[in-house]
């Protein structure tokens, strides 16, 4: 269970025009459980990013530090864009585990056949769920300058089908909301539910989070990797759900070995060269294994298990320039000011 250990200042509301639900430590204490002095330059560095919205600190499920400086509120949805994908990949789990699909191992071919196209390519029914949730279906991307044309195509699923093939199934990763929408239609065909009701009834209700309504495709799939809208503590309880390995409040929501084996890199970005599991990307922070859900413009969940150590940001979602450092930025407000602060703080 998450707990609070801080006090609301009626200043610190005052100082955040439009915003009624911003929050901050006044003063930051050593009770947090982090180093004060860093966690303080961390609310500095933090305010003076003018793209970022909100901040949310816990330690050992206590949130020690949260504040919302502009856009939504810490209880109000924001668009968390590709951080979407983390989501759908615990509700993937979560199928597994109840015997809805069979496991990562599953062919596609399953469930979506009748939406291979015509004279189909073989390597179609050598996809397998585990190969969606980690981007290596092999198939083309429909993310980056392919995405316009695939969100105005009549159907999504087949459109992402149709996809020529740029490596085998298994091999190389290559990042695209088209596979991730793949496994939202897979959950919906599997379970007989929508992604959204899915979503509700799995994480929503066990997690008490409030799941808005997002997005669909023509054929009425929910969007299976962006566009979710979640606020930031409903984003922080996921990241606190997979640091807890799957358990809240003492009781099991994902299957037991589900978090281990999503944080399992199996294929690299080409563009960044992180590692990437069942829709977490992995890196080391200062010598701690971090996990991070990431969506576009900076919509971000960090876990780092052995500090026991989560952070959500959000952040202005509208596109931004080519050469936009504003996720650069947040990664060092995470790996050298929170990460030092919790490894300084009380080790309790």
Same mark, same amino acid.
């Given at each position: 269970?998450?707990?609070?250990?801080?006090?609301?200042? @009626?200043?610190?509301?005052?100082?955040?025009?439009?915003?009624?639900?911003?929050?901050? !430590?006044?003063? /930051?204490?050593?009770?947090?459980?982090?180093?004060? %002095?860093?966690? #303080?330059?961390?609310?500095?560095?933090?305010?003076?990013?003018?793209?970022?919205?909100?901040?949310?600190?816990?330690?050992?499920?206590?949130?020690?530090?949260? #504040?919302?400086?502009?856009?939504?509120?810490?209880?109000?949805?924001? =668009?968390?864009? @590709?951080?979407?994908?983390?989501?759908?990949?615990?509700?993937?789990?979560?199928?597994?585990?109840?015997?809805?699909?069979?496991?990562?191992?599953?062919? !596609?071919?399953?469930?979506? @056949?009748? +939406?291979?196209?015509? =004279? /189909?390519?073989?390597?179609?029914?050598?996809? &397998?769920?585990?190969?969606?949730?980690?981007?290596?279906?092999?198939?083309?991307?429909? *993310?980056?300058?392919?995405?316009?044309?695939?969100?105005?195509? +009549?159907?999504?699923? +087949?459109?992402?089908?149709?996809? $020529?093939?740029?490596?085998?199934?298994?091999?190389?990763?290559?990042? *695209?909301?088209? &596979?991730?929408?793949?496994?939202?239609?897979?959950?919906?065909?599997?379970?007989?539910?929508?992604?959204?009701?899915?979503?509700?009834?799995?994480?929503?209700?066990?997690?008490?989070?409030?799941?808005?309504?997002?997005?669909?495709?023509?054929?009425?799939?929910?969007?299976?990797?962006?566009?979710?809208?979640?606020?930031?503590?409903?984003?922080?309880? !996921?990241?606190?759900?997979?640091?807890? %390995?799957?358990?809240?409040?003492?009781?099991?929501?994902?299957?037991?070995?589900?978090?281990?084996?999503?944080? =399992?890199?199996?294929?690299?970005?080409?563009?960044?060269?992180?590692?990437?599991?069942?829709?977490?990307?992995?890196?080391?922070?200062?010598?701690?294994?971090?996990?991070?859900?990431?969506?576009?413009?900076?919509?971000?969940?960090?876990? &780092?298990?052995?500090?026991?150590? &989560?952070?959500?940001?959000?952040?202005? $979602?509208?596109?931004?320039?080519?050469?936009?450092?504003?996720?650069?930025?947040?990664? %060092?407000?995470?790996? +050298?000011?929170?990460? $030092?602060?919790?490894?300084?703080?009380?080790?309790?």
């Amino acid at each position: 269970m998450l707990r609070r250990r801080f006090l609301v200042s @009626s200043l610190a509301l005052a100082a955040a025009p439009g915003c009624s639900e911003a929050r901050q !430590i006044v003063p /930051p204490t050593p009770t947090s459980g982090l180093d004060v %002095d860093l966690l #303080r330059q961390a609310e500095a560095t933090a305010a003076g990013l003018p793209r970022l919205h909100s901040l949310i600190v816990a330690r050992d499920g206590e949130v020690v530090f949260e #504040r919302a400086w502009r856009g939504p509120g810490l209880d109000q949805p924001a =668009n968390v864009k @590709s951080a979407s994908k983390s989501v759908l990949a615990a509700l993937a789990g979560i199928a597994i585990g109840r015997g809805i699909v069979d496991g990562v191992d599953q062919p !596609i071919a399953d469930f979506l @056949s009748d +939406r291979f196209p015509a =004279n /189909p390519d073989s390597r179609l029914r050598a996809i &397998t769920v585990g190969h969606l949730l980690s981007m290596q279906a092999g198939l083309g991307s429909t *993310s980056g300058s392919n995405y316009g044309a695939w969100v105005s195509s +009549r159907d999504w699923v +087949r459109a992402a089908l149709a996809r $020529p093939f740029e490596a085998e199934p298994g091999g190389r990763l290559i990042y *695209s909301t088209g &596979t991730s929408h793949l496994t939202s239609a897979l959950l919906t065909r599997a379970s007989g539910r929508s992604t959204l009701a899915l979503t509700r009834e799995w994480l929503g209700e066990p997690l008490g989070i409030t799941v808005p309504s997002w997005p669909a495709d023509p054929q009425g799939i929910y969007f299976g990797g962006n566009e979710m809208r979640l606020s930031p503590r409903a984003l922080l309880r !996921i990241g606190e759900l997979y640091r807890n %390995d799957g358990v809240h409040d003492g009781v099991r929501i994902l299957p037991e070995g589900w978090v281990e084996a999503s944080w =399992n890199g199996r294929g690299r970005s080409r563009f960044t060269g992180a590692p990437h599991g069942y829709g977490w990307w992995l890196k080391t922070s200062e010598h701690h294994q971090t996990a991070y859900a990431w969506g576009y413009g900076g919509q971000m969940v960090f876990v &780092t298990p052995d500090l026991r150590l &989560t952070s959500v940001m959000t952040s202005d $979602p509208s596109p931004v320039a080519e050469r936009d450092d504003h996720v650069s930025r947040l990664h %060092d407000l995470h790996d +050298r000011l929170l990460i $030092p602060a919790a490894q300084r703080g009380r080790q309790g």
